[in-house]
């Protein structure tokens, strides 16, 4: 069974850069075939998409935040991780990662998702 | 303004049959496959429908999923007070800014 879970500061200050860590057990990263993704919902609203990795490190973001995600992917320790440059408050909220099977697409595995404040 | 339109609550009593739309455009549902999240308050999303109509391993056939044009319809049936959760459309949208969406969410009550 496939468990991710997120790690990372709760809480971050205006201007500096959230970075948040997904570690993977029960499947290897490394192995292809899917996209690890990161999803976001700020508080009382839906869910916003920001982007994901294949393992080889092919990316792809949500054009509306490109501009300061970067995702990365460390497969010796099945971890792959987000950085979201000059947050502000906007940008808290609960950030979940999450698998995508390459060739299919939906999300089939997410992590229990963990809360960033953006907060002096 | 998510890409996606649902509505933002439904409700039924125990039982009963409820469906939730999901509504957007050919570059999205039009032409890509629709899948569905049940979010229990507090928890994670969790897939309950991908591919449009197919159920993950788990998932009771009270739980289906159809599509239409550029709209995509989960349907649950004899609900019980455990369904009360927002339910979530997703899919690829494959224009210019190519990118997943989600709707906005349905707030299901079981009444």
């Known amino acids: 069974q496939v468990q991710l879970q997120e790690s990372g500061p709760g809480l971050v200050k205006p201007s500096q850069t959230l ?5 993977v057990s029960g499947g290897s990263i490394s192995s292809g075939g899917y996209y690890w ?13 920001i982007g994901y990795i294949y393992y080889s490190g092919s990316t792809y ?6 501009s300061r995600v970067t995702i990365s992917v460390d497969t010796s320790k ?8 000059s947050v502000t408050a906007a940008d808290t909220a609960v950030y979940y990662c999450a698998r995508r099977i390459a060739a299919r697409p939906h999300f089939d595995y997410w992590g229990q998702g963990t809360l960033v404040t953006v907060s002096s | 303004q998510s890409v996606l339109t ?5 409700s039924a009593a125990p039982g009963q049959k409820v469906t939730i739309s999901c509504s957007g455009s050919s570059s999205n549902i039009g032409n890509n496959y629709v899948s569905w999240y049940q979010q229990l308050p507090g928890t994670a999303p969790k897939l309950l429908i991908y591919e449009n109509n197919k159920r993950p391993s788990g998932i009771p056939d009270r739980f ?4 239409s044009g550029t709209s995509a319809t989960l349907g649950i049936t004899g609900l019980q007070t455990g369904d009360e959760a927002d339910y979530y459309c997703g899919t690829w949208d494959s224009s210019l800014s190519a990118l997943w969406v989600f709707g906005g969410g349905t707030k299901l009550t079981v009444l």
């Open chain 1, 37 to 49: 993704s990161w999803i976001r919902q700020h508080p009382g609203k839906g869910l916003e998409w």
């Open chain 2, 6 to 10: 649902q509505p933002p609550s439904v």
């Open chain 1, 19 to 23: 970075s948040l860590t997904c570690t």
């Open chain 1, 78 to 85: 099945n971890q792959f991780s987000l950085k979201l440059s």
């Open chain 1, 61 to 66: 973001y949500n054009p509306s935040l490109k």
């Open chain 2, 64 to 67: 289906s999923g159809s599509k």
